[in-house]
């Protein structure tokens, strides 16, 4: 995270700073992925038909599906297909319920559901089809007036009464608002339910009012036009929302083809806001703004601005001077250069199949249908602004009712006791549900798609929470997002989170798939427990799956299941161009969270901890997570002067990082160093291909630990740290990873010719110098920085792309403590300059004795040396940014190519992401059965029988074992190849495993 905790009067309510609806979507639905990268690295579509899978780590970080059936999500899949998205594509629908696993059926608390099912008062009935308003509503059917109502708007004329149920009939449609005035009692609730019991048509309130083909008449090429008294929330063609004219389009810029953003030419100004905090009131356009011959922005033009990388704001151009815009609203935070905008709101921006455009003053809507035909009697609009409004009111039942196609879905504001369930609401302009200021509301078994802002929201725009809210077993897709694949295909704007549920709330047992922003978001007090959350932070990010903050919260998150995190590049600038998505997020002064018994997978970061204390993170599965598995940042000292992370516990997770450029953990601070940030025990490393587990960064230090160093690091005075004492990694089973298969191809590593083919460098005078001596080690270099940042560098080499290499060498230094930064890079000559060819970042945090190191890393790039086509030197291994005064000595300087870790190496999460126990195959099965033969746990190294039970939204770690590869001594080299036996185990040695101690 890289912004600083809002001055606002709620933490949560300084990041969700409200900035009008989001905006419409359009027809597409995500096709989950079951793993891959977030932003432009997202991964090609993978089968995901089932919600059992095991994820597969490679050198490549491969995919590996599980054929197992997922359960089929009855529930969504009957809503969707009868009534919820009429006229959306099929083969997009039916994607989506194959993809997210069936939430569980969370019963509502018992005298609420008890109370639901009595009849102690009056039973009225309401049809569209038979009804008359001037029937009694006593009776389904009936003469002499005794039959039911035919509008919803009766019921707003009528004085309900605690105990009273009022029955919708199924197959029945309304296109209006359902409205109750009068409250129930605890204990005996207004009851709004359906008949006759167990109907497979539920009755439906849909805003959508068809636009008769008579009005429309050809405008201009291929948008019509057409009569329309007022506003519309939605257009829609087949049942499915089109978006608004915009400019520009997406593609417009070859070089980002996702992105519709401009970008920002200049920082604008900052001015304090009302509600506190400060923004900006003008935006600077820049030479990317192009408009079409004889285009305009003029004054009401709509901007939405991606301020940060958590918020999208809504205004309005107030006036235009050049390239100044200025805003009728200002901006939740202030604007700098290179973020991204974009416009709506004229007609010359209807340049494209599948949008329309309203103009207010001449009362006319203009649509270019997706297949360029002429509209006839396909398009429809929505100027209902609420499908249920039960809003002020108390012990309210509702039940089994679809709404669709309307601006917000069901308002339950300022609520108390209200009960929403087996419920759809789809396609909404707005928010799917508004809960916001309620009180021991339930919300569950609802299905909730499509909704153009938060699917569940309990906090309102003042920044009062509900409290006590219970969101149980629903099933929501598309929150504040419509997706194709890995594409957000809607515009971008502002949502908060699919479940925003304020405090003392218990969210438990539903999927979330999808959302623009945050999966879950609660509030101080709340239980977060047994959910599935893919897919969130697809439009703005900074955001989590599951995201919670402010001191004392004391919030529990156990036993969910959090992938696919994805992130938002569209619109960040340059300094932020990189996704932060985050697995479960701790922001901004949480304390007193627990976090257990969770799986976090293919997340930026699985488990990030910001500027938060006192929290605890325990028995957690952390796989594939694309930075780190566990990420605590210190960017503020608030709340403590020493800084504002401190008192966290990390026990017993399992912690498998799955790329070279991954760690298990990173504590990184500005403020001083991380000796109070987190006491860590009993976790558990997959360390085998990649040795290091963890790395830290502070103003002066940046050591990276492998698991020995890991519980050997002393604090910044020196004394022992006794991290992980009982901490293990699948190094320690005798096994190596990999097999030497070359010699050194370092020149002259060893000094043995002298200084031949090394040098030095310094950016400024006196020169840097290097003097070969007799070491401890044998020969080696002395290295005395210069006048400014010094570097000393090898002899040139040659590296392969995709080829593995092993690099150890001997590092003494002049203090204790002083970094030295190793790379392996181009050594300049062609066009590319001195860029990295290793896939890992070296560094050394060197002590006063001789220490042996070893890294391991994939080339990058084919580097020949002396390349006649690309110029290149060839390849060198540099020590750089040695300070003036400091002094370095190094020698037997080695890097040997080594099998590939997938050949001999790999692990697999064996994960269930649906909410009952299934049986998971092993995952190389087709490919490779002998393998499966090899397979370990990594919570104990036992082997693993095949198939496996995995529980309802859990997983498992395993990785396999290569018996050609026994290494007795646990040095890293297989007994095949070491020569010197009987090392101590964790010791680092060179290719032929010899410490620095020990010779052949």
């Known amino acids: 995270m890289q912004h600083v905790a809002s001055s606002t009067m709620s933490v949560l309510e300084g990041r969700f700073r409200f900035t009008g609806i989001a ?49 089929s999500v009855d529930a969504m899949s009957a809503a969707v297909a009868a009534s919820a998205v009429a006229g959306a594509p099929r083969r997009e629908i039916e994607a989506v319920t194959a993809a997210a696993p069936r939430a569980t059926t969370a019963a509502a608390p018992t005298s609420t559901a008890t109370a639901a099912t009595r009849t102690t008062g009056k039973v009225y009935f309401i049809d569209s089809r038979i009804g008359r308003d001037t029937n009694t509503g006593t009776n389904f059917v009936g003469t002499g007036g005794t039959g039911p109502w035919k509008s919803l708007k009766k019921l707003s ?25 009068t409250s129930g009692v605890s204990g005996t609730p207004i009851i709004v339910s359906t008949y006759p019991a167990g109907c497979s048509n539920p009755p439906v309130i849909d805003g959508s009012t068809a636009v008769a083909s008579t009005s429309w008449v050809k405008y201009s090429g291929n948008i019509y036009k057409a009569a329309l008294a007022s506003t519309p929330q939605l257009v829609m063609t087949g049942g499915a929302s089109l978006p608004p004219a915009h400019f520009p389009n997406r593609g417009y810029n070859p070089a980002q083809p996702t992105s519709m953003y401009l970008t920002l030419a200049a920082n604008s100004n900052t001015i304090a806001l009302a509600g506190g905090g400060t923004g900006s009131n003008y935006i600077i356009t820049g030479s990317d703004l192009k408009l079409p011959t004889g285009a305009s922005i003029p004054v009401g033009t709509t901007v939405r601005i991606r301020t940060n990388s958590w918020t999208i704001d809504t205004s309005t151009v107030s006036a235009v001077g050049g390239t100044k815009l200025s805003l009728g609203i200002p901006t939740s935070y202030p604007l700098t250069a290179g973020w991204g905008y974009y416009f709506l709101g004229q007609l010359w921006m209807l340049d494209s199949p599948g949008e329309w455009f309203y103009d207010g003053n001449a009362k006319l809507l203009y649509a270019w249908m997706p297949d360029s035909q002429a509209p006839a009697g396909r398009v429809s609009t929505s100027q209902l602004a609420t499908g249920i409004d039960v809003s002020n009111l108390k012990y309210v039942t509702i039940s089994g009712v679809v709404v669709r196609n309307v601006s917000l879905g069901i308002n339950a ?53 509900s409290v006590g809210m219970q969101i149980t077993g629903n099933q929501i897709s598309g929150s504040g997002v419509v997706m194709n694949g890995d594409t957000v295909v809607s515009l971008p704007a502002q949502s908060y989170a699919a479940i925003r549920s304020g405090t003392q709330s218990i969210v438990s047992g539903n999927s979330v798939a999808n959302s623009g922003s945050s999966g879950i978001v609660p509030m101080a007090g709340s239980t977060v427990s047994g959910n599935w959350v893919s897919g969130a932070c697809s439009v703005v990010d900074d955001c989590g799956g599951i995201y919670t903050a402010g001191l004392n919260n004391n919030s529990k998150i156990t036993g969910n299941v959090v992938q696919h995190s994805r992130g938002a590049l569209d619109g960040k600038g340059p300094t932020l161009y990189y996704t932060q998505a985050q697995g479960i997020y701790l922001d901004e002064s949480a304390s007193g969270v627990t976090v257990s018994g969770n799986t976090v997978t293919d997340a930026d970061n699985g488990v990030q901890i910001h500027v938060a204390a006192n929290n605890t993170i325990a028995n957690n599965n952390l796989y594939g997570n694309r930075n780190n598995q566990i990420w605590m940042q210190e960017t503020s000292n608030n709340n403590n002067p020493n800084g504002d992370v401190y008192g966290n516990v990390v026990n017993g997770n399992l912690i498998a990082p799955t790329s070279a450029t991954a760690t298990g953990f990173m504590h990184t601070t500005t403020i001083k160093n991380t000796d109070a940030f987190a006491k860590y025990d009993y976790n558990v490393y997959f360390d085998r291909i990649y040795s290091r587990i963890g790395a830290e960064s502070t103003p002066t230090t940046a050591p990276q630990f492998n698991l020995q160093q890991w519980k050997a690091a002393p604090t910044s005075t020196g004394a022992p740290r006794n991290e992980d004492v009982h901490g293990a990694g699948a190094s320690q089973l005798p096994m190596a990873s990999y097999q030497v298969t070359g010699s ?22 006196p020169a840097a110098t290097m003097l070969r001596q007799s070491c401890t080690p044998g020969y080696c270099a002395q290295f005395a920085a210069g006048g400014a940042s010094s570097s000393l560098f090898t002899g040139f080499f040659p590296i392969v792309q995709g080829q593995w290499y092993r690099l150890s060498v001997d590092v003494m230094t002049g ?19 001195y860029e990295s060819v290793a896939s890992i970042t070296m560094s050394i945090t060197g002590t006063r004795t001789w220490t042996r190191y070893n890294f391991v890393f994939m080339g990058t790039e084919t580097v020949n040396v002396n390349d006649p086509q690309t110029l290149d030197k060839g390849v060198r291994m540099d020590i750089e940014q040695i300070q003036p005064g400091q002094t370095v000595y190094m020698t037997n300087a080695e890097i040997v190519p080594i099998t590939s870790m997938s050949s001999t190496t790999r692990s697999d999460l064996l994960l269930n992401a649906g ?59 297989s007994d095949s190849q070491d020569l010197c036996p009987g090392t101590p185990a964790g010791t680092a040695v060179n290719a032929s495993g010899c410490s620095l101690t020990q010779t052949p």
């Open 744 to 765: 050194n191809i370092v020149p002259n590593g060893n000094f043995v010719n002298g200084t031949t083919g090394w040098a030095t460098w310094a950016a400024a005078n």
């Open 413 to 465: 504001r300022n609520t108390q006791g209200v009960t929403i369930s087996a419920s759809t609401v789809t396609n909404t302009a707005a928010k799917g549900i508004d809960a916001s200021a309620a009180k021991s509301d339930v919300i569950a078994s609802n299905v909730i798609s499509l909704t153009g802002a938060d699917a569940i929201s309990s906090v309102d725009n003042t920044g009062t929470p």
């Open 23 to 71: 905006g419409l979507l359009s027809t597409s639905l995500l096709i989950l992925s079951a793993c891959g990268g977030g932003g432009s690295d997202a991964a090609p579509e993978a089968t995901v038909a089932d919600a059992t899978v095991a994820m597969s780590e490679t050198a490549a970080a491969t995919v590996t599906p599980v054929t197992m059936a997922r359960e």
């Open 815 to 833: 203090t204790d403590g002083q970094k030295v930064p190793l790379y392996v890079r181009r050594s300049g000559g062609g066009t590319n300059g």
């Open 915 to 973: 909410f009952a126990s299934a049986q998971i195959d092993c995952p190389v099965r087709a490919t490779s059965p002998a393998t499966c033969n090899n397979y370990v746990r990594l919570a104990d190294n036992s082997p693993v029988t095949w198939p496996r039970t995995i529980n309802a939204l859990s997983s498992d770690i395993v990785y396999t074992r290569d018996p050609s590869l026994a290494d007795t001594d646990g040095d890293g080299i």
């Open 157 to 181: 004329t009528l004085a309900l009464q605690p105990g009273d149920t009022v029955k919708l009939a199924c197959g029945a449609v309304w296109n209006e608002t359902l409205k109750l005035t």
